[in-house]
């Protein structure tokens, strides 16, 4: 008698939890969540957003695709990656576990959950869930999509339709804005919390996507969505990656003429297209000054308390650290992630992260991994999202996370 196999048994876990796995990093840029718990804190009569306990459908996916992996995989095939990098995160996840132990203002349970989900991005990626080819088509095509809603969005000048998928009502009042003349011009958000949040992951997008020349097309529309997002941030850590690959290639600069023309084409384009809105953002100084009022906040919560004050607790305390009144808008984190990280993991927690920026940059061998690692560093250096937003949070773990499959990847073929 000859048994047809059961639909589970035709089922192909691996693939599943591919396909899962690349859903998730798909939509990682939409806001398809609900808020799990909202601490009872207000601040000038306003709640902290940043103390939210979110649940977003890319959490799901992420489970979903480890319960169909691991299981096929054997214990000799799983790894944990470069010791030295799994126990300085580890280490990471047990400070920032510890400050928070007597914390109200967070569950226990809940950050537990949160660090789990890193952990398992961390080791499916590390174990080879996806190659770092095809992750990175993903995410431009991910960053092909934001882009295109970028742009209906700046000609609009408001929300295009899209609020079952995340996108912000960009008719509220507090919308990223920028003063021209006497009008305001709306910032395009994509689907993302943030103008620069958007451009962060179309940052990503763009380096790692530079080897792609067939992708070339895609990347230009990736590049036009970062000037409307008007994130000077990511337009300096651009920009510095690229004088830093031309310095590096100098003498093979005729081979990358293609990546030139491109970023020539898609640059000009919209810069043509938004150069008084572009002109007046850039050279503007407000939202400078506004920031850098909270780096003596920053220093002095750091002074009184070298151990940290806690995850995502620096702007509960903001007030108790200035005789200056603060405004209920500028209740938000430090808008710099080594000086944030020294105030909320005190000076272990941000000797772990250095050591894990210099060993990432310095031990790899891919060329796109380093300058994405760069950007982060350079982005980090005027904002925060990449510590304090879940969306910037899983870009950082994903690049540290293809570094070191690549560097598997390279040691394995020598």
Request: proline share 3%; with cysteine; net charge positive.
């Amino acid at each position: 008698m000859v048994f047809s196999p059961t639909f589970s048994q035709k089922i192909d876990n691996i693939k599943v939890a591919k396909l899962l796995f690349y859903g998730a990093i798909f939509l990682l840029p939409f806001q398809i969540s609900t808020i799990i718990f909202q601490p009872d804190i207000y601040l000038s009569g306003q709640a902290n957003q940043f103390n939210n306990a979110t649940l977003y459908l890319t959490d799901i996916l992420v489970i979903l695709s480890a319960i169909f992996f691991f299981p096929k995989k054997s214990k000799k095939e799983l790894s944990i990656g470069d010791k030295r990098i799994t126990i300085v995160l580890a280490t990471i996840a047990v400070i920032i576990l510890a400050l928070n132990f007597s914390n109200d203002i967070f569950p226990m349970h809940w950050m537990l959950f949160r660090i789990l989900i890193f952990a398992i991005i961390y080791l499916l990626l590390i174990n080879k869930i996806a190659t770092q080819d095809s992750l990175t088509k993903v995410l431009i095509l991910a960053g092909t999509f934001q882009s295109i809603i970028a742009i209906m969005q700046f000609g609009e000048q408001k929300s295009i339709g899209l609020s079952f998928l995340g996108e912000p009502n960009l008719e509220a009042s507090n919308i990223a804005k920028i003063d021209v003349n006497d009008s305001k011009i709306i910032r395009s958000y994509g689907t993302m919390p943030h103008p620069n949040i958007l451009a962060g992951f179309l940052t990503i997008s763009v380096i790692l996507g530079m080897k792609f020349k067939k992708w070339m097309p895609l990347i230009g529309l990736c590049i036009v969505g970062i000037i409307l997002t008007f994130s000077r941030s990511a337009m300096v850590a651009i920009a510095i990656c690229m004088l830093l690959f031309t310095i590096a290639n100098i003498r093979q600069l005729k081979k990358y003429y293609i990546y030139a023309l491109i970023g020539v084409i898609a640059v000009s384009i919209a810069v043509f297209f938004t150069y008084p809105s572009l002109k007046s953002h850039i050279f503007s100084t407000y939202e400078i000054n506004e920031r850098l009022e909270s780096i003596p906040i920053a220093i002095s919560m750091i002074e009184g308390n070298l151990l940290g004050v806690g995850w995502q607790n620096s702007s509960n305390l903001m007030q108790q650290y200035t005789e200056e009144k603060i405004k209920p808008w500028d209740y938000q984190p430090i808008h710099n992630i080594y000086l944030l990280i020294t105030a909320e993991l005190g000076i272990f927690g941000i000797a772990l992260v250095l050591f894990l920026i210099f060993y990432s940059i310095t031990s790899g061998k891919d060329p796109t991994i380093k300058y994405a690692l760069i950007a982060l560093c350079i982005i980090g250096l005027f904002d925060h999202y990449l510590y304090t937003l879940y969306q910037g949070q899983v870009i950082a773990i994903i690049i540290i996370s293809i570094q070191q499959l690549e560097r598997k990847t390279y040691h394995s073929q020598q």
